[in-house]
Nanobody, 115 residues
Framework: QVHLVESGGGLVQAGGSLRLSCAAS????????MNWHRQAPGKQRELVAS???????NYADSVKERFTIARASAKNTVYLQMNSLKPEDTAVYYC?????????WGQGIQVTVSS
């Protein structure tokens, strides 16, 4: 069984920064990919950033050059550094991991950016 636990969310003013963490626990030797998704009220869940086991990263256009995804494989942890935050970044952020072909979601964490 794999569990993903997010931390680091909260309230921040526009232009500020937050760092989200996602720690995976369970019988894990490595992951295929770990992603951050987000869902704003009334909108569909969208992919924000992803990182593969090889370290390849991908970002949504709306967060490029503001967000950075990084991983610490030894700890099965992925981070999302969010800089220059905007009110439109307000959403529930979800961690997702694909491990040996199976997908797992975290419970989500709220990020609120005030104007």
């Amino acid at each position: 069984q794999v569990h993903l636990v997010e931390s680091g969310g909260g309230l921040v003013q526009a232009g500020g920064s937050l760092r989200l963490s996602c720690a995976a626990s369970g019988t894990i030797f490595n992951f295929d990919t770990m992603n951050w998704h987000r869902q704003a009220p009334g909108k569909q869940r969208e992919l924000v950033a992803s990182v593969t086991a090889r370290g390849n990263t991908n970002y949504a256009d709306s967060v490029k050059e503001r967000f950075t995804i990084a991983r610490a494989s030894a700890k099965n942890t992925v981070y999302l550094q969010m800089n220059s935050l905007k009110p439109e970044d307000t959403a529930v952020y979800y961690c997702y991991a694909q491990i040996l072909g199976n997908g797992y979601w975290g419970q989500g964490i709220q990020v609120t950016v005030s104007s």
